[in-house]
């Protein structure tokens, strides 16, 4: 069964306070690997997607990488903006489905 | 682009009557939709996978026959929770996967029930 580890549960920042947020996965052949940010009574919104070991990703002061066990997502200088739920997805080989990991719910403080 | 669409954003209804939620893929066609549900503080947990004119394939736990989906068209599915209970009650989400091709899922904004 894919099981998906995020950590830490809560991270306070201060603005301009770099920062990373960890994702561990386990999953029967890995199809894709994906971030989404979730803000409170929203639907999740797409951030990225990560195929393969050794591969990063960013987007604006967002940065996803990707090991064969682990993704991290960087938060450089973040902003009050930034505030909400990260979301660590994986997708299986053959499948379509996504196991979500419990989520890192980030504050940034001005 | 890649707009998912729901409907209605909030719904109170009581115990025992049924409800339905719909999915749209505004600006995509999409063969296959999901749908989650979430409670507070929790993850998204997959409820079930929809397939356009086929019948929908339920999660381990799910029932069937209580989470009713139809998805009639490239463009929309629809969620009923018959005879919904307060233990119903819950964030539902869906999300949609483009049939251009690719392996994102794009979600809407989400339903909240609350069964009184």
């Known amino acids: 069964e894919d099981q998906v580890t995020q950590s830490p549960e809560a991270l306070r920042l201060q603005e301009g306070e770099s920062s990373s947020l960890n994702c561990s996965y386990t999953?029967?052949?890995?199809?894709?690997l994906f971030w989404y940010r979730q803000d409170p009574g929203k639907g999740p919104e797409f951030l990225f997607t990560?195929?393969?070991a050794g591969e990063e990703k960013e987007k604006e002061r967002l940065k996803a990488t990707l090991t064969k066990k682990e993704s991290f997502l960087h938060i450089t200088a973040p902003k009050p903006e930034d505030s909400a739920t990260y979301l660590c997805?994986?997708?299986?080989?053959?499948?379509?489905?996504?196991?979500f990991g419990a989520g890192t719910t980030v504050t940034v403080r001005a | 682009g890649a707009v998912v669409s729901q409907h209605p954003s909030r719904v109170i209804c009581k115990s025992g009557t049924s409800v339905k939620i719909e999915c749209r893929s505004l600006?995509?066609?999409?063969?296959?939709m999901f749908w989650y549900r979430q409670f507070p503080k929790q993850s998204l947990m997959l409820m079930a996978t929809?397939?356009?004119?086929?019948?929908?394939?339920?999660e381990q736990g799910v029932e069937k026959d209580k989470f009713l989906i139809n998805h009639a068209s490239l463009t929309l599915s629809t969620l009923t929770v018959t005879s919904a209970h307060p233990e119903d009650s819950s964030f539902y989400i869906c999300?949609?996967?483009?049939?251009?091709?690719?392996?994102?899922?794009?979600f809407g904004p989400g339903t909240r029930l609350t069964v009184l």
């Open positions: 999300s949609a996967l483009p049939s251009s091709g690719g392996d994102t899922q794009y």
């Open positions: 999953v029967s052949g890995l199809r894709g």
């Open positions: 990560l195929y393969s």
């Open positions: 997805a994986v997708q299986a080989s053959g499948d379509y489905k996504l196991s």
């Open positions: 600006d995509f066609q999409a063969t296959t």
């Open positions: 929809s397939n356009e004119g086929s019948k929908a394939t339920y």
